[in-house]
């Protein structure tokens, strides 16, 4: 194995730049400079793999006065805690675990390490422009994988950076229902029903309403914690189609709610986002002020360093993708692992943990037969669909195309963070049930029957769908289609919330560098397409009959949808579903290897000092968008982790620091 010295800098408020000797070692490290001083300012390790030197490509801002200290982090070091994976969840828990100042702790990361100064990625209305690019895993995945159609796709969106897709998602922060929480209690005991959940759902967030325009009861949905949430900015320019939506909502006998957040989910509502100042919020933000937390970053894990003797993990071991060079690392504490849906899997298949029969398949000798690893793939799958509008009910002038109004709604941005640029473009959110619709089919009334008389799609009153109103052209949901020159759109997602088909993710190689095989298997079952098909007529009838809205719809673009035919709908819906991108599922909570991969306190049936900690965990998909619940993942775990850790977490139990800094 080919070993590598990784450079390590912190930033000190105490000492000039001027006073350092070799400023070109900036050159990995304009990336911790601040766009603003809300993020990291503070000290924080950055971590590179790389050797290469070169210039700042531009000057340090004039008002930083900070000095870089070098540090090694070589092969064979030891940390208390290694996370590997840098994304929603693992950040969480990296953040929690190192408020005891004298942990250790090293996040190893495959992205940048600075999303905070990526536009793309700060500035809400660019989110659907980071499909594809380099902070984008885009994954290819088989969407469907039917007897009579099949599918592949790419790319599926993960994001690749420090704060993982809380990096590139789309804002919305939604906990879901009561009932879908209770359904993880069967797989990892009370502690994880609604109630064991509810109290983590909202201490990773603070909610914010400055300008009082909500219920005060709203306060409690984020309580201190480092993700600043406030509702979605009601762009005034959008008012009309905010009016016309709500009219034709109300006129088909739908309520209006703007709690969502007790467990009970129906209506439409006002989006709460995680956008705070104009500016997005990802889970970097648990690392500010932690300087007891190295990152390396622009690595990619290789496999899990497992005793064979005691079959405990003792470390990882990571590959420079640019040159192939490796460094293993080593936790004298615990290795947790969070590198999501895709990639935990595969990871731990890499290491030996996995499947028997998948593992001889690609070489990798079996450490744990570990059926579960990588089952049970679960995701939404959407049916986005496309409406012309009146001239003045869309936002494309202010977004999408050159001209006064996107000239006048950039220099608003710049200027103050307001205004269209610094919305999430997602104001409001439906949560409705079709029953009727559906207890016309005799497909469904069997189903209902052989699940004990339960409705298969939202067992205990929970909404079938989860329908997202964009008011313009969304290329995030419609890439295969250019942008109309002229006029204005509504994108709407259709979202299927309790699918009832699985998918699953196996490797494609014992390379670690090579993307696993990923099929989502999104209506493998028929009565996942017959809920879709009725889903999307329920809504075209709301938006284009309801009193209101149908006024405004003038058309359809680029397609007409084939209402009135079930088998050119069912044509349809295969044609032009896609991803929600919230898959979850392929390392699930269990009460035993038989069930699943983690026991209730997220720790890897048969290996020692390992756990997963994402959303791989999740054993019944949320009824809405799960960024929420990953956080909560994060946050319950944390605490398990010190519980579990107590002489090193427990008041009194500090080390001295200097032994900290001694060591690196």
């Not at 994304?87 to 992205?111: K, S």
Request: aromatic share 8%; hydrophobic share 35%; proline share 7%.
């Amino acid at each position: 194995m080919t070993s590598v010295t990784s450079q390590v800098y912190s930033i000190s408020h105490r000492l000039s730049l001027s006073t350092w000797p070799h400023p070109q070692l900036l050159s990995f490290h304009n990336i911790i400079i601040p766009t603003t001083s809300y993020y990291y300012n503070s000290t924080i390790l950055i971590t590179s793999p790389l050797l290469q030197l070169h210039h700042l490509p531009q000057p340090l801002p004039p008002h930083f006065d900070r000095h870089l200290i070098m540090a090694f982090v070589a092969n064979g070091n030891e940390y208390d805690f290694i996370i590997v994976g840098g994304g929603t969840a693992g950040n969480a828990v990296a953040g929690r675990l190192a408020e005891n100042p004298n942990v250790r702790i090293l996040v190893v990361e495959a992205g940048i390490p600075n999303p905070h100064q990526v536009p793309e990625i700060t500035t809400p209305s660019q989110a659907f422009n980071l499909r594809g690019s380099k902070h984008d895993w885009a994954y290819k995945s088989t969407m469907i994988k039917r007897d009579d159609y099949e599918r592949i796709e790419k790319p599926n969106t993960r994001g690749k950076a420090l704060g993982g897709s809380s990096c590139a998602n789309y804002f919305t922060w939604i906990p879901g229902s009561k009932p879908t929480f209770d359904d993880w209690e069967e797989f990892g005991g009370p502690e994880w029903n609604w109630d064991g959940c509810v109290d983590y759902l909202r201490k990773c967030a603070t909610y914010h309403d400055e300008e009082k325009l909500y219920p005060t009861e709203l306060k409690k949905i984020g309580t201190g914690g480092p993700i600043q949430i406030a509702h979605a900015d009601l762009v005034p320019e959008m008012q009309p189609w905010r009016d016309a939506l709500t009219q034709a909502w109300v006129s088909k006998g739908e309520v209006l709610t703007e709690n969502i957040y007790d467990g009970e989910m129906r209506g439409l509502t006002h989006c709460v986002d995680t956008i705070h100042g104009g500016q997005r919020q990802g889970s970097f933000l648990y690392l500010k002020n932690k300087p007891n937390v190295s990152i390396l970053y622009g690595v990619q894990s290789k496999e899990l360093i497992i005793d064979p003797r005691t079959n405990a993990c003792l470390g990882v071991t990571v590959i420079n993708p640019a040159n192939n060079n490796e460094l293993s690392v080593y936790a004298s504490r615990e290795v947790i692992v969070s590198q999501g849906v895709f990639e935990t899997p595969k990871l731990l298949m890499l290491s030996g943990v996995g499947p028997a029969k998948e593992l001889a398949k690609n070489g990798v000798d079996v450490k744990v037969d570990s059926p579960h690893v990588g089952q049970h793939l679960l995701d939404h799958p959407i049916v986005p669909f496309v409406l012309k509008v009146k001239d003045g009910y869309g936002m494309e002038d202010y977004i999408l195309r050159d001209g006064t109004a996107n000239s006048a709604a950039v220099a608003q941005y710049k200027r103050d963070k307001t205004g269209p640029i610094g919305s999430g473009l997602l104001e409001l959110v439906g949560f409705p049930r079709i029953d009727e619709r559906l207890e016309k089919h005799q497909a469904y009334r069997e189903a209902k029957a052989a699940n004990g008389g339960l409705d298969p799609f939202g067992p205990a009153g929970q909404p079938h769908f989860e329908l997202d109103f964009v008011g313009m052209f969304s290329t995030a949901f419609q890439w295969h289609y250019p942008l109309p020159e002229q006029g204005n759109y509504m994108t709407v997602i259709v979202d299927l919330l309790r699918p009832l088909s699985e998918g699953e993710v196996t490797l494609n190689s014992a390379d670690p560098l090579v993307q696993p095989n990923i099929n989502l298997n999104f209506f493998g079952n028929d009565l996942d397409i017959l809920a879709m098909r009725e889903g999307v007529r329920w809504t075209y009838d709301v938006l284009t009959t309801g009193a209101g809205f149908k006024d405004v719809v003038v058309g359809e673009y680029p397609w007409r949808m084939p209402l009135e035919s079930d088998a050119e709908m069912k044509r349809a819906v295969l044609d032009r579903s896609q991803t929600g991108f919230h898959p979850c599922g392929t390392a699930r909570l269990s009460k035993s290897i038989q069930q699943g991969v983690v026991d209730s306190r997220l720790r890897v049936h048969g290996v020692k000092n390992l756990r997963v900690v994402d959303a791989s965990v999740i054993p019944v998909i949320p009824d809405c968008r799960i960024q929420n619940s990953v956080y909560m993942i994060g946050e319950k775990a944390a605490d398990m982790i010190k519980s579990d850790h107590a002489d090193i977490f427990e008041e009194g139990a500090f080390r001295n620091i200097r032994s900290f800094t001694s060591r690196l």
